[in-house]
């Protein structure tokens, strides 16, 4: 079931709200993007998220991956701390636009709401996303 969630930058700086279900899952992908930054994400609808203050401090990334010929990605931080807290994608088969919400980023989740979110891997590093890497462990 859909919760909103709140959630920020690490400074406070921008804030936003988020309509997702950890039900489906917490995703951890083994691209160099959410590799790096240790980014666990949910997916959610383009509408679900509202950035409710500090639109104006984001700022973008935008990476345009050779395995998204119809799409691209588009990931959002906070230059005053660094945090990564929104990341969004358009691919016609997820319906367009869409959102993926670093769940890190999230104030108002519990330890028992992440805990009880199955995982679900992405071999994003071979450009499979919708199938786990051979190796999980280390995600």
Known sequence: MKKTY???CHCGAVRFEADIDL???IRKC???FCWKLGYRKSFAAYEAVRVTDGRDRMREYKAIPSNWPEGDINHYMCPNCGANFLSRGYLD???GNFWA???ACLDD???EELASAPIVYEDGKRD???EAPEITSYL
Do not use: L
Request: glycine letters at 14%.
């Open 23 to 25: 039900a489906e899952g």
């Open 30 to 32: 083994n691209c160099s």
């Open 6 to 8: 709140h959630g920020s």
């Open 128 to 130: 499979r996303q919708m």
């Open 109 to 111: 989740v519990t330890e």
């Open 93 to 95: 088969f997820m319906g």
């Open 101 to 103: 919400v670093n769940v």
